[in-house]
């Protein structure tokens, strides 16, 4: 019993077009492929060029000479339109048919989502053998999709219903550790004097309002201990100048230095 929607071309006529959609499939996880009638030589290199890594969808393939025998062992079917046809079934956006999709994959149930042709799209028999439709809230003036846009549309759905209130792959981290309180008030205490002597608090009156305003601001950014060297170093640069340059005996006394502590440290 396949764990995931198995994915229904009717009639794809390019290769590249099955392709794409076989990588699209894979990027989020779906790898069970189904074609109807496609056009004949359909296979080629442009298909796999096209699948970037995703030849494996394709291999496993299968091929049906109806739409009937496509999903006659499905139980549960949706039918992708971006036209109202006037049948009288549910429907749906992608995010609601991939939960109804997966309550019925929980229940043991083998499901499957039909796409259409490149040009036309679904014929009102193909979906009068689904259960419901899935349609996706585009821009009505200009509703049609590209079939491997309209299953990467789908399939990135799908993952996500399954992915919900888990982690992302990756999430951004720093090396270093949140600043302190006591870090960040001292750091504020220091911006505050620089700024005083510079006659920013103007009138004194509002100070306390000012000063508050730039302590929110570096509240907000959430900074850790690098971030507060940083900003420390450069207000120090403001206030004091750029540095001197090292003179020729300095720099030979500090490679001394160095050179020293470093001989002391292996003995």
Known sequence: MSDTPIIILVEPQLGENIGMTARAMANFGLHNMRLVN?????????????AAGAGFVIEKASLFSSVREAVADLHYLYATTARERGQGKPVHGPDEASRRLSDQVRDSHKVGILFGRERTGLENEDIALADAICTFPVDPEFASLNLSQAVLLMSYAWRSAQEEGKALPFTHKTKWPPASREALLNFFEYLDEKLDERGFYRPASKKPRMSMNLHNIFMRIGMDEQDLR????????????????YSKKARREAEAALKAAKEAEES
């Open 38 to 50: 496609p056009r004949e030589n359909w296979l080629n290199q442009k298909t796999i060029a096209a």
């Open 230 to 245: 940083t900003l420390r170093g450069v207000i120090v640069r403001l206030v004091d100048g750029p540095r001197k340059p």
